[in-house]
């Protein structure tokens, strides 16, 4: 229960409804909104407090954290609006391209399907305050959305939210995390300089039945953004 309160948590720091640095409220008041106990309640808490996103003081409350920097936590699935959001700017895209293509071998094997069979190809730049800071490229299958559906959908539109409109909703992703240097097309798009590090997270997104339904690549312009990992205690026998 701790943790669908966490997420619930969570969820409404990373779109904006509590506010960085924003005080919530007390935990009497917020356990009876949740509908929880106030041990459940401090549980999520004290996960939330532990990942970031929450400052607590006694006497003075729990505060939603200033984050100067974007701050992506990799144990919790929040696309890049989210997390520009939560860092208290505004998120926006600069350009916004859907297209079709024959899957790579790799974009196969992730998605399970054939080699060269169609996909979907969205391919954006993220922007926090009108300052590029993200390439980002989903990949879907076309079985699993529409040219036409990914097209009507808003420039700055969730494409999980497309996704669980149309059945397909997001149970869990896989990210893998690399530096990479920026190439001379990705430091014109971004408006940095050649050789800029970049961090590029590649992630399978998996449904509620198993199978993946989309490929994600971005390349995250690493001055900007602050990535943390969750490390949970050693297993038995481990120092």
């Known amino acids: 229960m701790s943790s669908a309160i966490r997420e ?87 350009e916004s391209a859907v297209s079709t293509a024959a899957a790579s071998a790799d974009e196969a094997e992730a998605l399970d399907l054939d080699p ?19 390439l980002s490229r989903d990949v879907v299958p076309a079985g699993t959305l529409s040219v036409a559906e990914v097209m009507a959908m808003s420039i700055d539109g969730s494409l999980y939210a497309l996704l669980e409109q149309h059945g397909h909703a997001v149970q869990h992703g896989v990210v893998t995390v690399a530096p990479v240097s920026a ?25 509620t039945d198993g199978g993946p339904v989309v490929l994600s690549e971005e390349h995250h312009v690493a001055a900007s953004f602050e990535f943390a990992v969750v490390r949970r205690g050693p297993g038995k026998g481990v120092r």
């Open 183 to 207: 190439t001379r097309s990705m430091a014109k798009r971004l408006g940095i300089r050649g050789g800029t590090l970049l961090m590029y997270l590649r992630q399978v997104d998996y449904g």
């Open 8 to 94: 619930e948590l969570a969820s409404r720091i990373a779109t904006g409804r509590i506010a960085p640095g924003g005080k919530l409220p007390p935990e009497p008041e917020l356990a009876e909104e949740l509908g929880v106990s106030r041990a459940t309640l401090r549980e999520a808490l004290r996960s939330l407090e532990e990942d970031g996103f929450l400052t607590r003081t006694r006497g003075a409350g729990t505060y939603a954290t200033h984050r100067p920097r974007l701050r992506n936590n990799l144990d919790v699935n929040f696309g890049v609006t989210e997390a520009i959001r939560a860092s208290g700017m505004v998120a926006g895209t600069k």
């Open 116 to 134: 060269g069979a169609t996909v979907i190809v969205l391919d954006r730049i993220r922007t926090a305050n009108g300052r590029p800071v993200v």
